[in-house]
């Protein structure tokens, strides 16, 4: 089994910045691939970012946050680095692990980005 616990969500204007944690637990050997998604009321879940944390930590972005956010970690710690945040990008945030093709998810952390 694997444990995610996400923190630093919060409330910030717009233009601002705030840095998500990632803290993984249990199984993490075999994770090899870690992420951020993000979901609005009524609308699905989207993936925000992700990383390979097996080998070669590739990463790949949502078109709308490229050049303004940046996923950097392992399989024990992930983190989402948001710059230059608008009303749009708010939403809650989920920690994302897969291992042996199975998806673990964390509770999520709420952002919410002022104009």
């Known amino acids: 089994q694997v444990q995610l616990v996400e923190s630093g969500g919060g409330l910030v204007q717009a233009g601002g910045s705030l840095r998500l944690s990632c803290v993984v637990s249990?199984?993490?050997?075999?994770?090899?691939?870690m992420g951020w998604y993000r979901q609005v009321p009524g609308k699905q879940r989207e993936l925000v970012a992700g990383i390979s944390v097996s080998s070669t930590g590739s990463t790949n972005y949502a078109d709308s946050v490229k050049g303004r956010f940046t996923i950097d970690g392992d399989n024990r710690k992930v983190y989402l680095q948001m710059n230059s945040l608008k009303p749009e990008d708010t939403a809650v945030y989920y920690c994302?692990?897969?291992?042996?093709?199975?998806?673990?998810w964390g509770q999520g952390t709420q952002v919410t980005v002022s104009s």
């Open positions: 994302n692990g897969v291992r042996h093709g199975i998806n673990y």
């Open positions: 249990g199984d993490t050997f075999s994770i090899n691939r």
